[in-house]
């Protein structure tokens, strides 16, 4: 028979468990998915637009091309390794981020197709 102590630490460890992204299936018929999931930074596969987050104008902006947006609360410099050259066909700003000891990075910035 288990003691509290060994279920407590199979509950933590079931907790801390990292949990991976996945497609849930939402955008399944959306005619953009093979082109969302094609897209790449310097930093690797973007994902799906799943995994995208829309960034609104007041939360991102441009100094000579190169970018910052705030997440979270914070401002976050944009790499420009992270930044997507080809034309947005989704339309608004989106990120697609990731953390380091806790604060947001941007593996992947897709300028909206207004700017």
Known sequence: MLGRTAVAMLSLAFLTTPVLARDDGRFAN????????????EFG???T???GHIVFDADWESD???????????WVVVP????????????????????????PRVRCFLPGSMT
């Open 80 to 103: 420009d390794g992270a930044v997507l050259k080809q034309p947005n066909r989704a339309g608004p700003t989106m990120i697609w981020k990731y953390y380091i000891d806790g604060h």
């Open 49 to 51: 637009n799943a995994d």
């Open 64 to 74: 000579h091309g190169h970018f910052r947006v705030r997440l979270e609360g914070e």
């Open 30 to 41: 959306s005619p953009l998915k093979p082109w969302f999931e094609s897209l790449q930074s």
């Open 45 to 47: 596969q973007c994902c």
